[in-house]
């Protein structure tokens, strides 16, 4: 996107207020229902199950934040942020028929000035967020000072996978069925083709991995699932 960060910001929060009433819809079917069994690896990279206080950043309709509740002891708890209120609506009508929703704290903020104190966080984990995010290096910091020394940081996205077979017929799923499955299911073909395109024109999970221990963190790996066209990086923040 060439535009300031704010104007970024405000395109992408604009987007996701609009698409939010079909965002649940789009997911499971461009994922062809993928979608939730690459939450789950992510829960189980991030959680013991025994951590306290755990943030899912871009939380959207509280998907991945519901699951991790329900990964968490009794006393544990998820606070899901997110900028786009009406995602944030939606996460909240979930939440009171979700039987573990007690454990999950909607809150409308920005992941770029995350409002919480230093050290606060055992876990952090955030799902196709990276991609819509004005100040990637910025958003990786955020995550590395809320979260307490050895806590972990799980992030899952899209990434434009390279050099396969596969990669050509990615391609024609994904850059042009897409939009058009945005068009029919969400009526908004401009929204589904800009997700399109974030991917298209991504960074590689290797530059990724580089901007996350450039923000601090001690270690990052890379999980890769469907041939790299969806990648879990996997970083811990050093003890103190
Ligand atoms: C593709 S959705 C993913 C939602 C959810 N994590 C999921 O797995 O379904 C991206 C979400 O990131 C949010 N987002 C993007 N940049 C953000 C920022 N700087 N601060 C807070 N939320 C942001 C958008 O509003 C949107 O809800």
């Known amino acids: 996107m060439d535009s300031s960060p704010s104007q970024c910001s405000t395109y992408v929060r604009g987007l996701f207020d609009r698409i939010a009433g079909r965002y649940d819809l789009l ?34 309709t509280g998907d991945l934040a519901f699951m991790a509740g329900r990964a968490l002891g ?4 998820i606070i899901g942020i997110d ?15 979700d039987r573990q929703g007690q454990k999950t704290i909607f809150l409308q903020a920005s992941a770029l000035s995350a409002p919480f104190r230093d050290r606060t966080f055992d876990a ?20 590395h000072r809320v979260l ?17 077979p596969f990669s050509a017929l990615y391609s024609i799923y994904f850059y042009h069925l897409v939009p058009w499955l945005g068009a029919c299911l969400a009526r908004d073909r401009a929204a589904y083709q800009y997700l399109s395109d974030s ?25 890769r699932f469907l041939q790299g066209a969806v990648c879990m990086h996997v970083a811990e923040k050093a003890q103190a």
Do not use: C, Y
């Not at 952090?124 to 995550?143: G, S």
């Open 199 to 223: 991917v298209r024109t991504f960074h590689r999970p290797e530059a990724v991995a580089e901007m996350i221990r450039q923000a601090g963190f001690k270690t990052v790996s890379i999980g």
């Open 83 to 97: 900028f786009a209120l009406e995602m944030l609506r939606l996460a909240n009508a979930k939440k009171r028929n």
């Open 27 to 60: 997911n499971r079917v461009i994922s062809l229902r993928l979608d939730a069994h690459w939450r789950q690896k992510a829960v189980a990279a991030a959680l013991k199950g025994d951590e306290k206080l755990v943030l899912d950043l871009g939380t959207g």
């Open 148 to 164: 307490k020394p050895g806590g972990k940081l799980v992030s899952l996205d899209m990434f434009p996978p390279a050099g396969s």
């Open 124 to 143: 952090a984990l955030t799902a196709f967020v990276l991609r819509n995010v004005a100040d990637l290096p910025l958003f990786f910091a955020e995550a």
């Open 74 to 77: 009794e006393r544990g708890k």
